[in-house]
């Protein structure tokens, strides 16, 4: 019996290499400023056009300032690579959405929402959180820049079939936690490389019930666990999602594809290489602690004890709670934060901005705290005006910029100075992921949230337990 990923794969394998990796046809290319200049030189080098320039989506999001967008970018090999590629795009025939485009955004976040992300496709990013698309139901990974010339230049892609993980997640979640939660949850049980060499397949009744935003959010963090990538299968929420979006199938064609995206399933006894089972209700609000997403904790949890970390393990732990300056054994709860941060393609969609400008409508922010808050795309920031949400972020003392990956990673303007503790909905707390020095502890928007109005890290629920709140 087949899984879901084996139906998808196995549609798109083009030739066997005997002994050797498949061929796959690559249904959607998305491409960005950081990793395809060299791969377009290539192209050039070598006399070759784009494949299929029609497959080939591209967005301008890693390196641009979120302030000031209409002006020319101050930082100089920040603008070299958007101008780069605004002027491949131009030479190969690559549509472009550039700054100051209504469709511009994080790659990740602008494929869904327009529709360019479908269930039952091949999609491939020369960027590892491509693992985000997989929420519809596609095979979606991340790849090298070498890898990115190979599929401008022949639309398909040299790949070894991974083996093939499930995770269960039953029950329902309790007040406050997350699909960010869920994630980081599991991230903590199983590390980050638990689930290394697997494509991993989300499933059960807590699963079902997520919003296509929450869906995503999951999907985005597999590639934390070592994965390849990570997929859900569409239900009737992914399709309610898809309806009627810029460039989904339309009239006949929509009928046609509905038909062939509910096959999309793993057959009832179909078999994985491995799997995993865990309860909702064991779930809270998480934080990390360390420095990779697997070092997480529930917010009423104190760090761990070296005694309790495994020995090959335990020099590399406590260099992170050095450069963290945390000790073993410590509450982080109430730790002093004087930077928020929310955004990134893991939590920058209008779900997210919804649920963290209900919980602070009408509150302001803690003096001591600089919270930032970065649409995942232009569509996302006229929505969130369109709702009037800006005006509550403004109204608590929240910035809210231009959309980018911003202060997820320390490639652009946006960075957390040395030695200061960022609440980040990102996806990666390496050191010096944020800027130099910066000390990123990853979490949902809500605790994210939370955590700007009180200035400590704080639990949501004891925030709205506090503040009579709702969520």
Known sequence: MPTLFDKIWQKHVVTQVENGPDVLFIDRHFIHEVTSPQAFDGLRKRGLPVSRPDLTIATADHNVPTINQHLPISETLSRKQVEMLTTNCEEFGVELYGLGHPFQGIVHVIGPELGITLPGVTIVCGDSHTSTHGAFGSIAFGIGTSEVEHVLATQTLLQAKPKQMRIHVDGELGEGVTSKDIILYILSRISASGATGYFVEYCGSAIRRLSMEARMTICNMSIEMGARGGLIAPDEITFNYLKDKTFTPKGEAWKQALNEWQELYSDRGASFDKELYFRAEDIEPMITYGTNPGMGIKITEAVPSSTKIEENSRENFLKSLKYMGLDENQSMEGTDVNFVFIGSCTNARIED???????????????????????????????????????????????????????????????????????????????????????????????????????????????????????
């Open 353 to 471: 901005l919804r649920a963290v400008a209900k919980l602070i409508d009408g509150k302001t922010k803690a003096e001591n705290v600089t919270a930032y808050i970065i649409p995942g795309s232009r569509q996302v920031r006229d929505q969130a005006e369109s709702e009037g949400l800006d005006k509550v972020f403004i109204q608590a003392g929240f910035e809210l910029r231009e959309p980018g990956c911003s202060a997820c990673l320390g490639m652009n303007e946006d960075k957390i100075p040395k030695g200061e503790y960022c609440v980040s909905t990102s996806n990666r707390n390496f050191e010096g992921r944020q800027g130099p020095g910066a000390r990123t502890i990853l979490a949902s928007p809500l605790t994210a949230a939370a955590t700007a109005l009180t200035g400590k890290l704080t639990d949501v629920r004891t925030y709205l337990a506090q503040t009579h709140a709702s969520i």
